[in-house]
């Protein structure tokens, strides 16, 4: 099957720096891929939807300042977590669409101390 | 607002067992719906079902969805301890496929 990679996949940083999460798609084009968050004990929340060459669409509640998404290219998406917080701590996960399937990265731990 | 409900949260059997988890769902534009297995890292795939009555298997895993009635359920016989992990299921609609999960299924198969 396709294959997703996200890096680092574990990051601890201070309180009020920024950190940038990288989900690539490794054998495929993806034109749409998508950032969930999963804290401890709870599923995936899907934060946005980030697109190829536009912008990205984020979901009620999800701060886009906060959380910036660049689709550079149809293989690599980043997520910037902008001065972040301990309560920024979190599972982060993307995955990648194909026609028929999502593909999953292996997620990234962030802990803000 | 899509939702997707699991039951139930969390399951214990032992080896040997069958176990049956259960998806229910409320999304416009229903296109598919999908089971993952997760255990310490991301989800990983399962399952897509996009047509009533099919049941789609996998060794000791089945699954079959009613988009009559708005769900679906997961089989897993003779379950093994291997099987212990939280299983997701999550419904995709809309143009862009967006996933919306249910809270999952902790199933904790014993020796």
């Known amino acids: 099957g396709a294959v997703v990679s996200q890096h680092p996949s574990r990051v601890i940083c201070k309180s009020g720096t920024s950190v940038k999460i990288e989900c690539r798609s490794l054998?495929?084009?993806?034109?749409?891929m998508f950032w969930y968050r999963q804290f401890p004990k709870q599923s995936l929340m899907l934060m946005a939807t980030?697109?190829?060459?536009?912008?990205?669409?984020?979901e009620q509640g999800v701060e886009k300042d906060k959380f910036l998404i660049n689709h550079a290219s149809l293989t690599l998406s980043t997520l910037t977590v902008t001065s972040a917080h301990p309560e920024d701590s979190s599972f982060y996960i993307c995955?990648?669409?194909?026609?028929?399937?999502?593909?999953f990265g292996p997620g990234t731990r962030l802990t803000v101390t | 607002e899509d939702k997707v409900v699991q039951s139930p949260l969390s399951l214990v059997v032992h080896e040997g067992d069958t176990v049956t988890l259960n998806c229910s769902y409320e999304?416009?534009?229903?296109?598919?719906l999908l089971w993952y297995k997760q255990e310490k890292k991301a989800p990983t795939f399962l399952f897509m079902l996009?047509?009533?009555?099919i049941e789609k298997k996998s060794g000791r895993l089945s699954s079959i969805l009613d988009k009559k009635e708005l769900f679906s359920i997961l089989n897993i016989t003779a379950t093994q301890t291997g099987d212990s992990a939280i299983y997701l299921c999550?419904?995709?609609?809309?143009?862009?496929?967006?996933?919306?999960f249910g809270k999952g299924t902790l199933l904790t198969v014993n020796p």
């Open positions: 995955s990648a669409r194909t026609d028929t399937e999502q593909y």
């Open positions: 054998d495929f084009q993806a034109t749409t």
């Open positions: 980030s697109n190829e060459g536009s912008k990205a669409t984020y």
């Open positions: 999304v416009t534009n229903f296109r598919s």
């Open positions: 996009t047509s009533s009555g």
């Open positions: 999550a419904v995709g609609g809309g143009s862009n496929y967006k996933l919306t």
